[in-house]
């Protein structure tokens, strides 16, 4: 069993649609989840970062985390077709850990 | 903001080359990373630096080499290509414990 489990899709969705991505995970030591969105042929660029449980908002993104279940998720409210990318789960242990690990991906188609 | 520079944008190359990919960033980060990213495997870390000169292996460390002998730039090497190290490859810094930052990647093709 992977240790970050992620669905990759593909997702597409309407226009205007309210989008829901979630990541799995087994470790309990992790208490750093991040969200990057990653465009096709660039690199991933960070989009929530937030420490153990509960919800950060960001404009029309939220992200939340529910460590008693190891599930976090990212909403993306009122999609829009710049919002079609992939979008990858990473999360951290605390302490001096630097290594992050990594969800699959999944990937999300926004039609105008 | 952060700028992480890779040294090409794609790359051919033939079976049995040694190949230099070099990244470059301009944060004092002193963390630097080397990943390569596939289909259906996503991101896997191929080594890592956390000052100069100093290197850590990563899950996928085999058939591959790094070089830091300078703070910001931070260099994959690989000694003999072969077809299966075909692949996007990302470096990404970061500072401390913080989220780290990634390049435009490296797209590589071994012939």
């Known amino acids: 069993q992977k240790e970050v489990e992620q669905d990759p899709g593909p997702l597409s969705v309407p226009e205007g649609a309210i989008v829901s991505l979630n990541c799995t995970y087994s470790?309990?030591?992790?208490?750093?989840f991040m969200w990057y969105r990653q465009y096709s042929r660039k690199g991933p660029e960070l989009l929530m970062y937030?420490?153990s449980s509960g919800n950060k908002e960001d404009g029309r993104f939220t992200a939340q985390v529910d460590k008693s279940s190891k599930y976090i998720s990212l909403f993306i409210r009122d999609s829009q077709p710049s919002d079609s990318a992939t979008y990858l789960c990473?999360?951290?242990?605390?302490?001096?850990?630097?290594?992050?690990?990594w969800g699959l991906g999944t990937s999300l188609a926004v039609n105008p | 903001d952060v700028k992480v520079t890779q040294s090409s944008r794609y790359l051919v190359k033939r079976t049995g080359e040694k190949v230099f990919l070099e990244c470059v960033q301009d944060?004092?980060?002193?963390?630097m990373f080397w990943y390569r990213q596939d289909p259906g495997l996503g991101l896997r870390l191929i080594y890592f630096?956390?000052?100069?000169?100093?290197?850590e292996k990563g899950d996928i460390p085999e058939g591959y080499s790094v070089s830091r002998e300078k703070k910001e730039r931070f260099s994959l090497i690989l000694e003999s290509a072969s077809t299966n190290q075909t692949s996007m490859y990302l470096c990404?810094?970061?500072?401390?414990?913080?989220?780290?930052?990634f390049g435009p990647g490296t797209r590589l093709t071994v012939l």
């Open positions: 990404a810094s970061s500072t401390g414990l913080k989220t780290q930052y």
């Open positions: 944060m004092d980060h002193e963390n």
């Open positions: 630096s956390y000052d100069v000169k100093m290197k």
């Open positions: 470790n309990s030591a992790f208490q750093y």
């Open positions: 937030t420490y």
């Open positions: 990473a999360m951290r242990e605390a302490g001096n850990n630097r290594k992050l690990i």
